[in-house]
């Protein structure tokens, strides 16, 4: 699986932005799917998941509620909207996709980050 992200760009706070992540291959729809975001001089983090049928989604707290991960299967797509978007939401943004048909904290394939940068 092949990913690709896109999306990013420079935001106010309080704006909303959406980010896309592209796949490659026919088994996309067998995979959960991850956002991940690193911000300057800070580990990589969990941001949210999305199940292989995208019935169950999971969030880190600090975007509870303000960002929505979805997907469309068809398309390939995996889709982050993120909303009342604050400084701190600064960061390298990027997907990745799990095994076939797990749900956990295991990510096999990566794709390149897209940045997101929100002015105060």
């Known amino acids: 699986v092949q990913l690709q992200a896109s999306g990013g760009g420079l935001v106010q706070a309080g704006d909303s932005l959406r980010l896309s992540c592209a796949a490659s291959?026919?088994?996309?729809?067998?995979?959960?799917m991850g956002w991940f975001r690193q911000a300057p001089g800070k580990e990589r983090e969990f941001v949210a998941a999305?199940?292989?049928?995208?019935?169950?989604?999971s969030y880190a707290d600090s975007v509870k509620g303000r960002f929505t991960i979805s997907r469309d299967n068809a398309k390939n797509t995996v889709y982050l909207q993120m909303a009342s978007l604050k400084p701190e939401d600064t960061a390298v943004y990027s997907c990745?996709?799990?095994?076939?048909?797990?749900?956990?904290?295991?990510?096999?394939?990566w794709g390149q980050g897209t940045l997101v940068t929100v002015s105060s």
């Open positions: 990745a996709a799990s095994p076939p048909y797990y749900w956990g904290s295991r990510y096999d394939y």
């Open positions: 291959g026919r088994s996309f729809g067998s995979h959960s």
């Open positions: 999305i199940s292989w049928s995208g019935r169950t989604t």
